[in-house]
């Protein structure tokens, strides 16, 4: 399948910091909640998995899950996905607290009988496609456990990942990670573009998701970026 295509040098990139104050002047300004975006960003990681594999349907899928926002865009694409008809497995790292995102997102897939092991468990080395929602952009390295041997878990599968937003244990800002971060062969960038992302090898093919953040929320950006929207709601980005 193809997507509508642009170059990296006629895009902005999106530091991590500015990201954090956009979600915040999103829910001070717009009312829009992070849970209301997190909806999206799993719906558009979901269809993007499902034109990949020109059909998700009969397919296995291994979602990877952590416990911050990044898990909770994951788990929403598990569910997508489930209801696509993949035979999903989801591995995660719970949250400690109950009334997180991640948290409430993996109670509602558990309900929906989608099987839940605790990370590395449930690596499905068989798997058709991986969906890696380990870390976002809110990563601090260096990583620690249990978070290496899951990377390391996903990486020796030799399964294609699709990374959402960054590929874990990647800095987005500056492209440089823990020593071995995900290897994906796609990323799906949530709102804009993140500069580590075009620095690095280990981000594959870049594709940039709307997920209905107002490109008011930024300062100069805000034209390019609705410039980028309206080209498509998924874009990848070329060299």
Do not use: C
């Amino acid at each position: 399948m193809t997507w509508p295509a642009v170059a990296w040098n006629q895009v902005p990139t999106i530091s991590s910091s500015a990201l954090r104050e956009a979600d915040e002047q999103a829910r001070l300004r717009f009312e829009i909640e992070p849970i209301q975006l997190m909806e999206v960003a799993g719906w558009q990681v979901a269809r993007f998995v499902d034109r990949f594999v020109d059909g998700v349907r009969g397919q296995r899928v291994t979602v990877v899950a952590g416990s911050g926002n990044n898990g909770g865009d994951a788990l929403v694409a598990a569910r997508f996905l489930h209801q696509r008809g993949a035979h999903v497995r989801a591995s995660i790292v719970a949250s400690r607290d109950p009334n997180s995102l991640a948290a409430r997102h993996a109670v509602t897939i558990g309900r929906l009988g989608i099987p839940l092991l605790a990370a590395p468990e449930g690596i499905d080395r068989a798997a058709d496609i991986m969906v890696d929602g380990l870390f976002g952009i809110g990563i601090r390295l260096p990583l620690r456990d249990p978070a290496p041997g899951i990377i390391e878990a996903m990486n020796a599968s030799q399964v294609p990942i699709v990374g959402i937003d960054v590929p874990s244990g990647l800095d987005a800002d500056s492209g440089a990670g823990w020593e071995d971060a995900v290897r994906a062969a796609v990323t799906v960038t949530l709102v804009a573009p993140k500069a580590g992302l075009r620095a690095s090898t280990n981000a594959g093919r870049v594709f940039v998701a709307d997920i209905g953040m107002p490109v008011g929320v930024f300062s100069s950006e805000r034209e390019a970026l609705a410039g980028l929207y309206q080209i498509g709601d998924m874009v990848e980005l070329t060299n």
